[in-house]
């Protein structure tokens, strides 16, 4: 839901809120600009009598005296039946240049204004309309912002993402201030403009009828006037030709009178009330009028909109494509079966559309919706079913990440009973061990369990099958589940190079890079460039591989990225590895169908904090990725991990060239197989003092590898940080120990 409240205001109304955004920006110059050529005296070194009785020395027929917000003085009078304005010295009142209007901020400002419509209810309402979307969109961005960091603690954090989604965050962490300052503020005078709120300048001093006459008192003289600071003028407007039954009109920033030309007496005098007070505030923070370095900051933050907009489209566009459609999904009001689901990619949604499909078909009214979104209104008279995967080493997956924290708040239970339906490999230690939390949090609630916990192994079509065997007695009816994968559309890429290892260690592994077939350009860049192109990935992101007789991808990590012009991965041959097998049997010019998919939870930190590396075997590939990308130099320590030096030493080459490079700053290795006979542990716990200064200076830890592995570095890890009084889980909680574990 916050999601949406975010994405849906910014897609529909984001051409609105550039062109608002650009044609302030443009106008942002014009403040900073204008007090870039205003040399104001300090408060007290002149009063508006003095500058008055200058000002008519130099122009007798004066007719007023304006300072603008900028701090301009200028002057209108007539000379020889001519009207004329004219920018003045606030010390001296010489003429400087001659004062007209700019038509940029004309032109512009109406533009920002009202769309070049003018003052007509139409274009104010565009921008009112405008700034009200920028003001939502700001508001539940800084929401998201603050559940995606963690907490507000968390806020200005190190980031995790894909390139697009990083820089979108980065960007509205600077930005967003500017922007919801600039919305509110559009906002409040909007309302102004259409009579919601009031200006505060309705009331007006009453108009003098009765002056004393007889000759005018020198300007100079005029105590009222020389109790005024020149900063604090905002017009003084003279009777006309001298007309001693026409009264000076005076406008400060403490409110507007009236004084007696001949006297110099104050007739009338209404002092600015708090609404004036306050617009004149929200009409300086929204143009700078006055407040110049503000202004530039507002303008910048202005400037970065359009990419916020154009990367919250295509984020927004991203996730509409990869969310499953679950159709014909019934109203939870109507419902009498809840399905929810818990997914990190999308395979688990597949799996809960075609048990939905099965349940409508069978005369019930289901309603499918993410396991975040549980709340009090999804139980009641109804049966609810939890699909849900486990995410790495055991964790809740994306959709699912609030359902534990949610449960226990819940005094309602679905009276039908709930069962849930595990989804994970076994070849992790952790199989399925987010279900298993579920169901253990449900007994604990004493929700009603209708059929207990069942496990599907690797998206197993006919476990899933008979799954819906099982429980069909338990429904009254049949529950036949027919569930067909959809893979990603893949493309074609060409094995350009192939380096083998560990064969005479029984480890046979090898390095495979990859490019785009010159021959195949399928998409809309590759037909207008002419030539075939990669997809858009980074390192650490993910290909995946359907092998030859299987309709299950792979999944192997990426150690390059597309700007390096090729695809990188290294694997592992296993004896019965059906992927495996296939890949090792590839030789150069052969080609295979993939598809790359991101994963943003497996990232470095923006920023120059030390980086701890930790990879054995093959799954020193993507920390390969991240090294050959460390172009700022930014202090690396990779620890490798191998049977022997001869035999399995994986970019042993390139490796020698980035320490020679600086792209990687120390290189630790630890071989089982040779005289050292040394383990990953003992390396890190042999490095205790040189590790906690790097974690005391901010360093992110990133360990790739079996789950056996990485429980032992783990192990160590904590080892080392006890004297800190840090650990291992201390860093994952705070984003700064990740794990990549097959």
């Known amino acids: 839901m916050q999601r949406s409240f975010h994405g849906v205001p910014g897609v529909a109304t984001s051409l609105l809120v550039v062109a608002l955004a650009v044609s302030g920006a443009l106008l942002a110059v014009i403040p900073a600009r204008e007090r870039a050529e205003v040399s104001l005296p300090p408060r007290g070194a002149v009063n508006v009598a003095d500058l008055a009785a200058a000002v008519v020395a130099h122009y007798p027929e004066t007719e007023q005296i304006t300072r603008r917000p900028s701090g301009k003085i200028v002057v209108d009078y007539t000379l020889d039946g001519e009207p004329l304005s004219t920018e003045i010295d606030p010390r001296t009142a010489a003429p400087l240049r001659r004062y007209e209007p700019s038509q940029y901020s004309t032109r512009f400002g109406d533009i920002h204004r009202a769309f070049g419509l003018g003052d007509s209810a139409l274009g104010h309402g565009l921008a009112g309309l405008g700034a009200l979307a920028l003001a939502m969109v700001s508001l539940s961005g800084l929401r998201l912002l603050i559940t995606r960091m963690g907490g507000l603690r968390m806020l200005m954090g190190p980031v995790r993402g894909t390139a697009l989604q990083r820089l979108h965050v980065q960007l509205s962490r600077v930005a967003l201030p500017a922007l919801l300052l600039l919305a509110l503020s559009g906002l409040y005078m909007s309302a102004v403009f259409f009579g919601v709120l009031p200006t505060g300048s309705e009331r007006q001093p009453d108009y003098p009828t009765a002056l004393s006459g007889g000759a005018l008192m020198p300007i100079g003289d005029i105590t009222a006037l020389r109790t005024v600071d020149l900063r604090d003028l905002q017009k003084l407007v003279f009777p006309y030709e001298g007309d001693p039954f026409e009264p000076y009109e005076l406008r400060t920033a403490e409110g507007a009178g009236f004084l007696d030309p001949a006297s110099g007496e104050v007739l009338e005098w209404l002092p600015r009330s708090a609404g004036a007070r306050a617009y004149a505030l929200v009409l300086a923070l929204h143009t700078g009028q006055g407040l110049w370095w503000l202004t530039l900051l507002t303008g910048a933050a202005a400037l970065g909109l359009p990419f916020l907009a154009f990367s919250g489209v295509v984020l927004w566009w991203r996730r509409r494509k990869a969310k499953p459609r679950i159709r014909r999904n019934v109203a939870l009001g ?11 990619g999308n395979a688990t949604w597949g799996f809960a559309y075609t048990l939905q499909n099965a349940l409508t078909a069978a005369g019930h009214f289901v309603h499918v919706a993410e396991m975040n979104q549980l709340t009090g209104a999804y139980c009641g008279n109804r049966r609810m079913f939890i699909l849900t995967a486990t995410y790495g080493d055991g964790t809740a997956p994306a959709t699912a990440r609030k359902f534990l924290e949610i449960l226990p708040k819940l005094r309602a239970a679905p009276k039908k009973g709930v069962t849930v339906l595990g989804f994970g490999d076994r070849d992790f230690g952790h199989f399925c061990y987010f279900a298993v939390e579920v169901e253990a949090a449900l007994i604990a609630k004493g929700w009603p369990i209708f059929s207990r916990l069942e496990t599907i ?8 099958a008979r799954w819906g065997d099982a429980i069909a007695p338990l429904l009254g009816h049949d529950l036949r589940l027919v569930h067909i994968a959809e893979t990603p559309r893949r493309q074609p890429f060409e094995l350009l190079t192939r380096h083998d290892y560990g064969a005479e260690v029984g480890a046979p592994s090898a390095i495979l890079r990859f490019g785009a077939p010159p021959d195949v350009r399928q998409g809309f860049w590759q037909r207008l460039l002419g030539r075939a192109t990669l997809p858009y990935f980074e390192a650490g992101d993910l290909i995946g591989i359907v092998p030859p007789g299987s309709n299950m991808p792979r999944y192997y990590s990426i150690g390059s990225a597309s700007a390096d012009g090729f695809l990188e991965f290294s694997v592992r041959e296993h004896e019965h590895g059906l992927c495996s097998r296939y890949l090792h049997g590839l030789k150069p010019s052969d080609r295979i169908s993939a598809f790359v998919r991101p994963n943003p939870e497996f ?24 090294i050959r990308a460390n172009k700022s130099r930014r202090p690396m320590r990779l620890y490798f991990g191998a049977r022997d030096p001869d035999s399995d030493f994986l970019y042993r080459a390139e490796m020698m060239g980035w320490l020679a490079e600086g792209k990687l700053s120390a290189l630790v290795t630890a071989f089982s197989r040779s005289t050292e006979k040394a383990y990953l542990q003992d390396k890190i716990e042999a490095d205790g003092e040189p590790l906690r200064a790097m974690v005391q200076a901010g360093a992110q830890v990133m360990v790739v590898g079996s789950r056996e592995m990485a429980r032992d570095v783990m192990a ?3 080892r080392v940080l006890a004297p800190s009084g840090q650990s291992a889980k201390s860093l994952k909680s705070a984003g700064r120990y990740v794990e990549d574990i097959y």
């Open 716 to 718: 160590a890890f904590d």
């Open 603 to 626: 990232r470095l930190d923006s920023g120059r904090n030390p980086v701890i590396l930790v990879g054995a075997g093959c799954g020193v590939g993507p920390l390969a990725g991240f």
């Open 457 to 464: 192994n690797r998206e197993s079509s006919q476990e899933f």
């Open 334 to 344: 109507d419902a009498d079966t809840v399905i929810l689901v818990g997914s990190e």
